[in-house]
T-cell receptor, first 113, second 113 residues
Framework: GENVEQHPSTLSVQEGDSAVIKCTYSDSASNYFPWYKQELGKGPQLIID???NVGEKKDQRIAVTLNKTAKHFSLHITETQPEDSAVYFC????????????WGAGTKLIIKP | EAQVTQNPRYLITVTGKKLTVTCSQN?????MSWYRQDPGLGLRQIYY???????DKGDVPEGYKVSRKEKRNFPLILESPSPNQTSLYFC????????????FGDGTRLSIL
């Protein structure tokens, strides 16, 4: 079955710098890749997603890239701000099932002032 | 306000004492699911429901039950809780399936002594 690995588990960056979180997946038929942000005491919230027919997607300071050949996708946050501090999860939707997302283990992003 | 509401938010109980965690959504979503979140393991799906009276097992269903008698409600039942079910639980919903944004509740922290 599908397996999603997420790295790093913790990322500390200076405010204003960029942050990159990477996920790899195993099922080449996976077709939907969302990223969620989880703030302390809250549930995860979708911040950006990408489908397998697209290579890159941007939304202001956030972007996601997908490399289907290498089976990895990455979250890029530019000009980081204190409110970006959170846990970020990637996920992949395996081919053949729309009902079970497979999640990465999460990355704790720390923005240093 | 569109939301997913879980109750209780926190519960400490003892082994073997049946408990129910309620989940309600006000967005008329067809799809609902339950996850547990444990450090280093990300989110693991327990059960999901595609619509009223239609449920299926996720990755870690052992020791849990669910029901979907109404579209808005999806309770999680632990008939005989054990310490290994101590975890942070999230309910989520979406319009149809996991191919769309999931809306999460704020979580229920369960401690089974």
């Amino acid at each position: 079955g599908e397996n999603v690995e997420q790295h790093p588990s913790t990322l500390s960056v200076q405010e204003g710098d960029s942050a990159v979180i990477k996920c790899t997946y195993s099922d080449s038929a996976s077709n939907y890749f969302p990223w969620y942000k989880q703030e302390l005491g809250k549930g995860p919230q979708l911040i950006i997603d990408i489908r397998s027919n697209v290579g890159e997607k941007k939304d202001q300071r956030i972007a996601v890239t997908l490399n289907k050949t290498a089976k990895h996708f990455s979250l890029h946050i530019t000009e980081t701000q204190p409110e970006d501090s959170a846990v970020y999860f990637c996920a992949a939707l395996p081919g053949g099932s729309n009902y079970q997302l497979i999640w990465g283990a999460g990355t704790k992003l720390i923005i240093k002032p | 306000e569109a939301q997913v509401t879980q109750n209780p938010r926190y519960l400490i109980t003892v082994t073997g004492k049946k408990l129910t965690v309620t989940c309600s959504q006000n967005m008329n979503h067809e799809y609902m699911s339950w996850y547990r979140q444990d450090p280093g393991l990300g989110l693991r799906q327990i059960y999901y429901s595609m619509n009223v009276e239609v449920t299926d097992k996720g990755d870690v269903p052992e020791g849990y039950k669910v029901s979907r008698k109404e579209k808005r409600n999806f309770p999680l039942i632990l008939e005989s809780p054990s310490p290994n079910q101590t975890s942070l639980y999230f309910c989520a919903s979406s319009f149809r399936d996991n191919n769309q944004p999931q809306h999460f509740g704020d979580g229920t922290r369960l401690s089974i002594l």
